[in-house]
């Protein structure tokens, strides 16, 4: 009885420890699947990535002062770089500029192995286009577990398709008509210069067509002043990077002195200023984006970083969402330039004076003076003394095409046009610092509205007439709609749904 009951406890206490062990192996297969679920949204490598590209772009505007359509560049290709890496090991999608890249077996379409690829990609354009922030992105590369240094082009492996898909980039962009290298023709070794040989029909203090577009001074911050040249006003020789041509949607003309229209929308510039409310303010200050800078295409990748946030982004979809909205952001300023040179179209600072000369009106005086009254030809816009207005033609919006496309391609991309996001401000800080009013809160409920928000901002601030608005508008959203359909075929889905 004593020998049965022993056995007895002994095979119940097997079952107990086997029992524990079932549980506890099943609890570390628990956990670990919980540890190993995919990043989302501000821990996903690729939202990092545009992290980085953010910060890079703010320096770059500080070292060279806002350049925009440098800029959409830069973006453009960093985060095409980062597509094409992440196509090989995609089951469907293709890349843009990668060739004689085998697409990597289904085994190898790893979480791990897109993150190294799409490291490297970044890694690559970021030092090429941002390079004087190198050690910032190598840094990054450390962080992430990396090795920098690995300059490997071995198209089997992760780390090769990633420099391999950036340097393809390069290559493939280096005589793009950018004049990224000061190579072109007549350059004389400048980057950027300006190989067209654009001379303004007007000059800062003669006004011959009042139709055409004037450089104006601006404060150099140390008591004198200087009138800056029109930036890079060849930007329409740049090769597209999905449209086919620069002028494929090119609006039809502005309108002209002595008509009613211009007429009419040089009266609501000055009423639109003359009645600027707080939140008009505020609008105007946070799409016009003040210090550290990164112009229109780095605030439209913020944007799309706060959709990543709001719907818990994959690796995937970060890198798809970017590529698409860079694409329409580079491309959009390329057509908006094309528009802009061909017309050579004067702003409102110009067109206000020739309205309105001797004639009294209700105005901003300039920091710490507030609305006044004042002539006519004393106008000026909403903005700092050292930077009074954009220099290069007006027509159309450079905001409103790049706000109308990205607009559009964030709708087309998740859906849907809800966006839900707000940000609190103090009207007046980065235009009259001395004058300021109490904060206020900008709420950005769609995408469209905020394209629109932008677009309209322009208008208030005195930068834009309705026209260049409501024409960059149009021509963002049809940029955006073709290369909607150029980024489904990429990535091998259809447009049924659009």
């Given amino acids: 009885m004593k020998l ?32 190993t679920e995919e990043p989302k949204g501000k821990d996903n490598v690729a939202f990092q990535w545009a992290f980085m590209a953010l910060e890079g772009t703010a320096n770059d505007t500080d070292k060279f002062k806002p350049r925009p359509t440098v800029t959409s560049r830069f973006l453009g290709l960093i985060f095409t770089s980062m597509f094409d890496a992440w196509t090989r090991f995609d089951a469907k999608a293709v890349p843009l500029y990668l060739k004689d890249v085998e697409r ?7 979480l791990k192995n897109k993150e190294i690829a799409v490291s490297y990609a970044a890694y690559r354009a970021l030092c090429e286009y941002y390079y004087s922030d190198s ?81 104006k001074y601006f404060s150099d911050g140390q008591g004198g002043k200087f009138a800056p040249g029109c930036l890079t006003p060849y930007w329409q020789k740049v090769k597209p990077l999905l449209l086919e041509t620069a002028d494929q949607f090119r609006p039809g003309p502005p309108p002209m002195i002595g008509s009613e229209q211009l007429k009419q929308e040089v009266k609501e510039v000055i009423e639109l200023q003359a009645n600027l409310t707080p939140e008009n303010k505020a609008l105007v200050e946070f799409m016009r984006d003040g210090p550290k800078s990164v112009q229109q295409a780095g ?71 507030g609305m006044m009254k004042m002539k006519g030809q004393e106008w000026r816009p909403y903005s700092p003394d ?36 707000s940000v609190e401000l103090v009207p007046g800080a980065l235009t009259e610092p001395n004058n300021v009013d109490d904060p206020v809160v900008l709420e950005f409920p769609t995408f469209t509205q905020t394209g629109e928000m932008a677009g309209i901002s322009r208008v208030m601030g005195g930068y834009h007439i309705q026209a260049d608005n409501i024409e960059g508008l149009n021509l963002g959203r049809h940029v955006a709609r073709y290369n909607y359909k150029k980024y489904l075929e990429l990535i091998g889905e259809s447009d049924e749904n659009m």
Avoid at 185 to 195: A, I, L, N, R
Avoid at 327 to 335: K, P
């Fill in 104 to 110: 990597q077996p289904e085994n190898k379409h790893t």
């Fill in 135 to 215: 050690t910032l992105f190598k840094n990054k590369m450390l962080a992430l577990g990396l090795d920098p240094d690995n300059t490997s082009l071995d198209p089997t492996t992760p780390e090769g398709i990633g420099n391999l898909a950036a340097k393809s980039v390069i290559d493939a962009r280096r005589h793009d008509g950018s004049n990224q290298y000061g190579d072109v023709e007549g350059s004389m070794g400048k980057p950027y210069f300006d190989y067209t040989g654009y001379t303004p029909v007007n000059d800062a203090d003669n006004m011959v067509d009042i139709n055409r577009w004037q450089p």
């Fill in 4 to 35: 049965k009951l022993q056995q007895a406890i002994l095979i119940l206490s097997l079952f107990v420890c086997i029992t524990n062990c079932k549980n506890e192996k099943k609890g570390t297969m628990a956990n670990s699947m919980v540890k």
């Fill in 299 to 369: 605030h439209w990748l913020k944007f799309a970083q706060d959709v990543s946030l709001r719907d818990n982004h994959t690796l995937d979809e970060d890198v798809k969402m970017y590529f698409l909205i860079e694409s329409v952001a580079m491309d959009g300023f390329i057509a908006c330039w094309d528009s802009k040179m061909h017309y050579d179209f004067a702003r409102p600072y110009a067109l206000v004076h020739k309205y309105y000369q001797d004639q009294v009106i209700e105005a901003w005086g300039g920091p710490d003076k």
């Fill in 386 to 421: 050292t930077f009074l207005c954009p220099p290069f033609p007006s027509y159309v919006s450079g905001h409103s095409t790049i706000s109308g496309g990205c607009a559009e391609a964030l709708k087309l991309f998740t859906g849907d046009d809800t966006f839900g996001v």
